[in-house]
């Protein structure tokens, strides 16, 4: 499972790479009086809960992606437009909570907002790749996607589930039941549908530096850190199953993104080495990722639709591990380094 590149990945990527090689224009310098950046991803590059809802609340152009003001775009930019890099930086950021690896770049997504959705729920939204009009004109595209194609969050749910009768997670995906993918294949898929994206953000945008982002550490080192009593941290998940899900399903896709990034040539930004420590299973002044119950801006709920899940007694809101204000914070160091550097080149 650790080295899931072979000769198919390499020559599908080789192939999608020289068809878009043969499709693109030139490469042209842009002359523009500002750089363009299109920050794509999903919920932990959009922000969700941390921050004020971008478009506000009520705003009609609102999409249901919960998009926010102390997401990890929207801090960068912030910096960049006190401190410019040569001349002004404009941001297009096309994040979507919820997003696949395939709504980056051909599939179109249906938003799974909690937050005001309107009477028949969300309308789809274009892949992130149209609505960030990427084209040769762009010069950073930066990535952070991959966890909701595993997907990660489901994989999480059902380790708690499996977790309150004593059951292992590890052994349900190891050696699934009928119908449901195996680690091993699940992270093969992912790689695959990784590469392809790649590939079609290299032919939408042929000038722009690419800059992928990993996912930082929301499980512990140690998992006897982990109170299995506490839906603040993980809840009753088993600490041999936190282990699994943090060496052989987190740690292994923040490889394989690495991985294919290194081949295209572009910049991993590698957000977990920094982030160990902060896990959702820290304390609240420490950890930088909240748990499944967890602090949130008042507008996000306390369950979560089409669940049982309820934080209300707790005096928390449903964050089902993610991010909060200092895991964006910290995130936005790192990529703001990387797209300073990134321009450098330009």
């Known amino acids: 499972m650790r080295h899931v590149f072979g000769l198919r990945t390499r020559a599908l990527a080789m192939g999608f790479v020289l068809t878009a090689a043969t499709l693109l224009p030139a490469a042209s310098a842009s002359a ?25 609340l009520g705003d009609p152009s609102r999409d249901g992606c919960d998009r926010t003001t102390n997401s990890y775009p929207d801090v960068v930019d912030r910096e960049l437009a006190a401190f410019p890099p040569g001349k002004p930086v404009h941001l297009t950021n096309a994040s979507c909570g919820g997003a696949t690896i395939a709504d980056i770049a051909t599939a179109k997504q249906t938003p799974i907002s909690p937050v005001q959705p309107p009477a028949g ?61 195996s680690i091993q294949d699940k992270l093969v898929r992912v790689q695959n549908e990784y590469i392809e994206m790649l590939a079609r953000v290299h032919q939408a945008a042929p000038n722009a530096k690419v800059i992928t982002i990993g996912y930082p550490a929301v499980l512990p080192e140690n998992a006897t850190d982990c109170n299995r009593l506490s839906l603040a941290e993980l809840g009753p998940i088993t600490h041999a199953d936190i282990n699994w899900l943090r060496e052989d399903v987190l740690e292994q896709l923040n490889t394989m993104i690495q991985r294919v990034t290194d081949f295209f040539g572009d910049e ?21 990722v909240e748990g499944i119950c967890g602090n949130a801006a008042d507008y996000w709920p306390a369950g979560y639709p089409g669940t049982i899940l309820n934080c209300a007694p707790l005096g928390k809101r449903v964050t089902l591990v993610h991010p909060n204000a200092a895991g964006y914070a910290n995130t936005a160091a790192h990529v703001e380094r990387a797209i300073r550097i990134a321009l450098l080149e330009r």
């Not at 009086?33 to 506000?56: H, I, K, M, R």
Request: hydrophobic letters at 35%.
């Open 32 to 56: 523009a009086d500002s750089y363009e950046w299109a920050a794509l991803g999903d919920s932990y590059t959009a922000g969700v809960f941390v921050g004020d809802p971008q478009p506000a």
């Open 121 to 181: 729920g969300w309308a789809p939204v274009a892949p992130q790749i149209e609505r960030a009009h990427l084209s040769d004109q762009t010069d950073v595209v930066t990535i952070g996607v991959g966890g909701n194609s595993l997907p990660f969050g489901d994989m999480l749910m059902k380790c708690v589930e499996l977790g309150t009768i004593g059951k292992s997670c590890r052994e349900y995906y190891t050696n699934p039941p009928a119908g449901e993918e």
């Open 268 to 288: 991993y930004v590698d957000i977990y080495s920094s982030s160990i420590g902060h896990d959702a299973c820290q304390p609240e002044a420490v950890k930088w």
